[in-house]
């Protein structure tokens, strides 16, 4: 999987959770929070569909890693490079 492919799959999962949510203007290193409404219950939706989606497991612990787009890129993508190798 491709990053460019990886964050088509981030955008589509947000989309699922906050359709109101603004992805033209989305800021990649801004907190998801900070840009739209997602609340708690909303970010651990979005890490758990991640895992689903993508089929790899997220520890709780490194959830707060995947409060960006551009952090969930830098921790999602080797993981995914590895899952395929």
Known sequence: ???DELKEVILAVIREIAPEADLVRLEASAKFRD???FSSVDFLNFATRLQDRLGIPIPETD???LATL????F?????CIQKEG
């Open 1 to 3: 999987m491709t990053q």
């Open 75 to 79: 921790y999602l993508t080797p993981k």
């Open 63 to 65: 959830f707060i890693q």
């Open 35 to 37: 840009q739209f409404e």
């Open 70 to 73: 551009a952090g969930c890129l």
